[in-house]
């Protein structure tokens, strides 16, 4: 049995490689987490013999779940995002490095000297609220979701990072549970794969919560519902802000200029794809829609005023502001 550091990654490697894009890199992951260390000092020390046989057995153990495809974050219970440890597990999804830019977004539109009302809706593990909080520590957030247990473990990373104070979470689906509040902005990073999306990797319809991740047919209907109920919830001049699949640019476009919104715009992450779209609700049209009832579930028809909004379109460069990478499993 190997116990050299180098003979421990050479074997997890080699196990890893038909699962993982660095098989290298996730074997030092896993064995970091198993003797406490750091990768630094797994590469610093590759010759150190490993005595410890509870922490190698771990390592064997992670090891093996991972080539069984599942993924990193759940074997460790863990994943980063904008540089905050949240803690995640089965049913609740694994923040994307992509969602990032949702944040980038939304940071874009709320002051950082004033407070400013702040929603997150399908808040999963509380990523995108809880990096909003710590970028902006004036701002009140509300951030719901539909599941009591994600939730749950969403006020488990508020409470860790010592942001539980600062963040209010809500159960409902959608706005709901919200009754007559309004917002600055909203953002969302509902289910937009269609279910039968190619692309998905295998592992990931396999481990992660498929109601976090697939809509209906088109991978548009949650978004509609996003789009459509945001005008009743936003202040005048609020904004709303989406992530959205690689090739729906296009048409969630289209949902928020039926909404009433201008200045839509899409964003492009570093791989040069459609991420996330954003417009802003104008005075007028938000009097207009809070005076007639309407369908939630359904798009807002276009009105003149909407179509001539259409000419305020725009696409927007990828940001440069944070290093927003691409996982594999993302489409």
Known sequence: MAT???ELLDEGA????????????EAEILL??????TRAFLRAHPEQRVLDCEATDRYESNVTRRAQGEPVAYILGEKEFWSLPLAVG??????????????ERALAHLPADRSCEVLDLATGSGAVALAIATERPLAR???TDDSSAVLDAARCNAARLSLDARVEFVAGSWYEPLAQRRFEVI???PPYIAPNDPRVEPAVRRFEPPDALFAGPTGLEALRVVVAGAPKHLV?????????GDKQGDAVRELFVAAGFGDVRTHRDLADCDRC???????????RVRNVSHDPERPAEKSDGAAAQSANVKMSPAIQMRPVRRSSNQV
């Open 141 to 143: 957030i509300v951030a």
């Open 277 to 287: 779209t954003e417009g802003r609700i104008a005075g007028e049209w938000l009097s």
């Open 32 to 37: 970091g987490a198993a003797l406490g260390r």
């Open 4 to 6: 050299e550091i180098r």
């Open 236 to 244: 005048s001049g609020g904004w709303l802000a989406v992530e959205h």
């Open 90 to 103: 089965p049913g609740v999804l694994i923040p994307r490095p992509e969602t990032e830019l949702l944040v």
């Open 187 to 189: 953002v969302s990073n």
């Open 14 to 25: 080699a196990r890893l490689g038909r699962v993982a894009d660095d098989p290298r890199h």
